[in-house]
Nanobody
Framework: QVQVAESGGGLVQPGGSLTLSCRSS????????WGWYRQAPGAQRDLVAR???????MYADSVKGRFTISRDNAKNTVNLQMNSLEPEDTAVYYC????????WGQGTQVTVSS
């Protein structure tokens, strides 16, 4: 069973930066488009960034220009570099395959607050 584990979250002040990392246990990591999602309290889980097999990236308007998604197929990891963080970015962040998603991990909490 393919699993994911997210890490790198924490408490950061507005304007700060964090880098999230997601590692997958699956052997076919490089064959999928991967995404980072986030879920704020009381809200639905939304896709904020995705990276294709060919490393084409797409971002939600709310994070465009501030977040950068990348992947390392040799390490089965997908990362999310987050800059200029805002209180509205506070959420639990998850990674998953965009198509044919697998079981969700526990996520990593990001809190942006002064």
């Amino acid at each position: 069973q393919v699993q994911v584990a997210e890490s790198g979250g924490g408490l950061v002040q507005p304007g700060g930066s964090l880098t999230l990392s997601c590692r997958s246990s699956g052997s076919m990591f490089s064959s999928y488009t991967w995404g980072w999602y986030r879920q704020a309290p009381g809200a639905q889980r939304d896709l904020v960034a995705r990276i294709s097999i060919g490393r084409t990236t797409m971002y939600a308007d709310s994070v465009k220009g501030r977040f950068t998604i990348s992947r390392d197929n040799a390490k089965n990891t997908v990362n999310l570099q987050m800059n200029s963080l805002e209180p509205e970015d506070t959420a639990v962040y998850y990674c998953n395959r965009v198509l044919r998603p697998i079981s969700w991990g526990q996520g990593t909490q990001v809190t942006v607050s002064s």
